[in-house]
């Protein structure tokens, strides 16, 4: 918005009055004239002055506005980007925890697994043991009968050897 005067200083320095009977004294007319327009000159200095700086003003302030826009948009944007860091990061610690919690089920499920197996080699093994001494036994037995029955036979054989002679 630019201040435009009706009468200029220099209207103010040209005007001429037209002479009455009784009129003022030119001089002083002039003279006043001067300064009024000198007066006015500065006025509209200072009003040219003024509507820069407000021009300046606005525009810092538009400029102002733009950054705090900016600032609000980036701080909401911020905002988000650390929410959904926090949901990522909320995400992760329940995907970490819940495969902590599967790989200890696991573990148990395998040391479980583990300890059957073990209890039943050792089942197997005791077993076979025993499978092993009874037929140790039975061997043993086997072999004292074998021996009874040889030498029975050999005393048999020394009787009808005895008596055949």
Same mark, same amino acid.
């Given at each position: 918005?630019?201040?435009?005067?009706?009468?200029?200083?220099?209207? /103010? $320095?040209? %005007?001429?009055?037209?002479?009455? =009977?009784?009129?003022? *004294? !030119?001089? #002083?007319?002039?003279?006043?004239?001067? @300064?009024?327009?000198?007066?006015?000159?500065?006025?509209?200095?200072?009003?040219?002055?003024?509507?820069?700086?407000?021009?300046?003003?606005?525009?810092?302030?538009?400029?102002?506005?733009?950054?705090?826009?900016?600032?609000?948009?980036?701080?909401?944007?911020?905002?988000? /980007? $650390?929410? %959904?860091?926090?949901?990522?990061? =909320?995400?992760?610690? *329940? !995907?970490? #925890?819940?495969?902590?919690?599967?790989? @200890?089920?696991?573990?148990?499920?395998?040391?479980?697994?583990?300890?059957?197996?073990?209890?039943?080699?050792?089942?197997?093994?005791?077993?076979?043991?025993?499978?092993?001494?009874?037929?140790?036994?039975?061997?043993?037995?086997?072999?004292?009968?074998?021996?009874?029955?040889?030498?029975?036979?050999?005393?048999?054989?020394?009787?009808?050897?005895?008596?055949?002679?």
């Amino acid at each position: 918005m630019t201040f435009k005067p009706g009468i200029t200083p220099l209207d /103010i $320095q040209n %005007k001429e009055f037209s002479k009455g =009977l009784r009129g003022y *004294k !030119e001089e #002083e007319v002039d003279k006043f004239l001067d @300064e009024l327009s000198e007066v006015v000159s500065q006025m509209i200095s200072e009003i040219e002055r003024l509507e820069k700086e407000n021009d300046y003003l606005r525009s810092r302030i538009q400029t102002t506005q733009k950054k705090s826009e900016l600032e609000a948009s980036t701080s909401d944007f911020l905002s988000l /980007i $650390q929410k %959904k860091v926090e949901e990522a990061k =909320l995400q992760v610690e *329940k !995907e970490v #925890e819940l495969k902590r919690i599967k790989s @200890e089920e696991e573990c148990r499920a395998m040391i479980q697994r583990t300890k059957e197996e073990h209890t039943k080699l050792f089942a197997d093994i005791e077993r076979i043991r025993q499978e092993k001494r009874r037929e140790l036994k039975n061997l043993e037995e086997f072999i004292s009968r074998l021996q009874t029955l040889v030498n029975r036979e050999i005393q048999n054989m020394e009787r009808e050897s005895s008596v055949s002679q």
